[in-house]
């Protein structure tokens, strides 16, 4: 015979906060008082995992990203944007600039916010 389970609490609600290093604790300890519970998955900024990514080339790592969610070769998207191949590639490697206007036309056929591209 199955024993009942406990029922998972549904009215829940995660919080995130930026603040103060030195009075992380005295904020965790105060939460906890409140009934919160401290969640530290150990996680850290992105940018300290991926060292690599600058600024400069992090809107191609994003186009890179959005192509490859789309399952677009640099081609396919080339023949959809009507943007040399060769151009995509420079873009995705962070040696061409992509201007406003290059990025409207690359989140329309990519189907996210140009502003990714920026």
Known sequence: MLEPTRKP???TVELCFH???AKRQEAVD???GL?????DAG??????AFPEITDATLPGVCLRGAR???GLTQKQLSERTAIPTRHLSEME????PIGKAMAKRLGEALG???KVFL
């Open 9 to 11: 609490l549904t009215d």
């Open 19 to 21: 603040g103060p290093a």
């Open 43 to 48: 996680s850290i900024p992105w940018r300290e």
């Open 30 to 32: 105060y939460l906890r």
């Open 112 to 114: 996210v916010g140009y």
């Open 93 to 96: 490697n962070g040696k061409r």
């Open 35 to 39: 009934g919160f519970e401290a969640k």
């Open 68 to 70: 490859a969610r789309e």
